[in-house]
């Protein structure tokens, strides 16, 4: 049983900077996706981007350019680098993957975008 620890979040100005990580409690190579997602109050869970094992990325149009997601299997680590934030980016902000039809995900790390 594998879990996810997120952190990073915080409050930053509109236009800054903030870095997410996921730390897993084991090994993630058996994971294909790794994703993070996130969900405003009121809205529903999205997907913000993804990694595949061997490092190919996609991201949601609205975070396209700003975002860039990494992963490091060696440490079981994929972080979420966040520029340019926005307001609209405020959200809480979740590690995922799913193996077998198992679905696992992370405490979730608040961002919230303000001046």
């Known amino acids: 049983q594998v879990q996810f620890v997120e952190s990073g979040g915080g409050l930053v100005q509109p236009g800054g900077s903030l870095r997410l990580s996921c730390v897993a409690s084991?090994?993630?190579?058996?994971?294909?996706?790794m994703n993070w997602y996130r969900q405003a109050p009121g809205n529903e869970r999205e997907l913000v981007a993804r990694i595949t094992a061997g490092g190919i990325t996609n991201y949601a149009d609205s975070v396209k350019g700003r975002f860039t997601v990494s992963r490091d299997n060696t440490k079981r680590t994929v972080n979420l680098q966040m520029n340019s934030l926005k307001p609209e980016d405020t959200a809480v902000y979740y590690c995922?993957?799913?193996?077998?039809?198992?679905?696992?995900w992370g405490q979730g790390t608040q961002v919230t975008v303000s001046s």
């Open positions: 995922h993957a799913e193996r077998g039809g198992k679905n696992y």
């Open positions: 084991a090994s993630i190579y058996g994971f294909y996706y």
